[in-house]
């Protein structure tokens, strides 16, 4: 199999051909730089706060967001947050991969995790919260992990959070929303986040949005970046997990299905979006922690009760 661009010998096969290591490491490239022009996901005004894990997903936006802002010229400020849930054996590698690649790069790195702010690791709270919501590890997670980016990122002064988000990632979430029949939450997704600019919610973006999961595993294995390939021990326990079996064996199948749930899904957005400005969801703070909410409490704080409580 040759790069049909140059005959070289091709690392990797894609919808429109095969591509060798330089044409495929600047395609990448050149993909990510365009989705951010193109959404104007960075404005020369924000400060950026790369939302971080140390896994390869988030390595390489953080190393191409920092990448652009040199390329374009723009003296953005920049700085890295990771949130350490608490998983065992698992955290606490990629954050060791994280504060290596953040010396290396000169990234300025904040954590901030679980244990400190919500009185519990996840291994820890886990047991307690499922015991009488029977809610997920994957949900418990979900829900604290951007309640706390969301707050110290707007504390830090961050006026966006960069995630580290795929393609594959989006094309599931997209399906879950749309089997679960939950077309509010649809309507959030997309390049940029939220509908409506509410005061309390920091902005997120995602450059990584039309690369493929197989694309950002080559792009970390081809730059030798020290990266942990190994799942989160909890990550087969989802919904979100028979949703990515049941999309990679469609894709295997019939290549471009990814591509295609994006494209339908962003044919729709502008609809969805006009649908949530006719009703929008009201959002108020908070009532024990002040954070932005659409309930009298928010979810992070009911999960914290049960924990104390125990
Ligand atoms: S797989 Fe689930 S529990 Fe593990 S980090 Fe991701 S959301 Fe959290
Ligand atoms: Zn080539
Ligand atoms: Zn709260």
Same mark, same amino acid.
């Given at each position: 199999?040759?790069?049909? #661009?140059c &005959?070289?010998?091709?690392?990797?096969?894609?919808?429109? !051909?095969?591509?060798?290591?330089?044409? +495929?490491?600047s395609?990448?490239?050149?993909? *990510? =730089? /365009?989705?951010?022009? #193109?959404?104007?996901?960075?404005?020369? #005004?924000?400060?950026?706060?790369?939302?971080?894990? !140390?896994?390869? &997903?988030?390595?390489?936006?953080?190393?191409?967001?920092?990448?652009y802002?040199?390329?374009?010229?723009?003296?953005?400020?920049?700085?890295? %947050?990771?949130?350490?849930? !608490?998983?065992?054996?698992?955290?606490?590698?990629? %954050?060791?991969?994280?504060?290596?690649?953040?010396?290396e790069?000169?990234? /300025?790195?904040?954590? *901030?995790?679980?244990?400190?702010?919500?009185?519990?690791?996840?291994?820890?709270?886990?047991?307690?919260?499922?015991?009488?919501?029977?809610?997920?590890?994957?949900?418990?997670?979900?829900?604290?992990?951007?309640?706390?980016?969301?707050?110290?990122?707007?504390?830090?002064?961050?006026?966006? *959070?960069?995630?580290?988000?795929?393609?594959?990632d989006?094309?599931?979430?997209?399906?879950?929303?749309? =089997?679960?029949?939950?077309?509010?939450?649809? @309507? /959030?997704l997309?390049?940029?986040?939220?509908? $409506?600019?509410?005061?309390?919610?920091?902005? /997120?973006?995602?450059?990584?949005? =039309?690369?493929?999961?197989?694309?950002?595993?080559?792009?970390?294995? %081809?730059?030798?970046?020290?990266?942990?390939?190994?799942?989160?021990?909890?990550?087969h326990? @989802?919904?979100?997990?028979?949703?990515?079996?049941?999309?990679?064996?469609?894709?295997?199948?019939?290549? !471009?299905? #990814?591509?295609?749930i994006?494209?339908? +899904?962003?044919?729709? %957005?502008?609809?969805?979006?006009?649908? $949530?400005?006719?009703?929008?969801?009201?959002?108020?703070?908070?009532?024990?922690?002040?954070?932005?909410?659409?309930?009298? *409490?928010?979810?992070?704080?009911?999960?914290?009760?049960?924990?104390?409580?125990?």
């Amino acid at each position: 199999m040759n790069c049909h #661009k140059c &005959d070289a010998k091709a690392v990797i096969s894609l919808q429109h !051909g095969s591509l060798c290591k330089s044409h +495929f490491l600047s395609y990448f490239e050149e993909k *990510v =730089f /365009r989705t951010i022009n #193109k959404f104007q996901l960075i404005e020369r #005004k924000d400060k950026l706060c790369i939302a971080t894990s !140390g896994g390869k &997903d988030s390595l390489t936006v953080l190393y191409l967001t920092k990448k652009y802002l040199e390329k374009y010229n723009c003296n953005n400020e920049l700085f890295a %947050l990771a949130v350490d849930e !608490g998983i065992a054996k698992y955290r606490e590698k990629t %954050l060791r991969d994280l504060h290596h690649f953040c010396r290396e790069q000169n990234i /300025r790195l904040e954590t *901030v995790s679980f244990n400190e702010e919500l009185g519990k690791n996840l291994d820890v709270a886990y047991p307690f919260i499922n015991k009488g919501t029977k809610k997920k590890p994957c949900h418990i997670c979900g829900v604290w992990r951007r309640y706390l980016l969301n707050k110290q990122a707007r504390d830090l002064g961050a006026t966006k *959070v960069v995630t580290g988000h795929n393609l594959d990632d989006e094309a599931q979430a997209i399906v879950m929303n749309l =089997f679960k029949a939950n077309t509010k939450i649809a @309507g /959030r997704l997309g390049p940029i986040s939220g509908i $409506e600019e509410q005061e309390l919610f920091v902005q /997120r973006v995602k450059p990584l949005y =039309f690369c493929l999961e197989k694309e950002v595993r080559l792009y970390t294995i %081809l730059k030798g970046w020290q990266v942990q390939f190994a799942e989160c021990p909890y990550s087969h326990t @989802g919904y979100r997990h028979d949703i990515q079996e049941m999309l990679n064996e469609f894709e295997q199948k019939y290549k !471009g299905t #990814k591509q295609g749930i994006i494209n339908s +899904f962003l044919a729709m %957005l502008p609809l969805l979006r006009e649908e $949530e400005r006719k009703q929008p969801e009201e959002i108020k703070p908070c009532q024990e922690c002040g954070e932005a909410a659409n309930q009298e *409490v928010c979810n992070a704080c009911k999960m914290k009760a049960i924990i104390q409580s125990c």
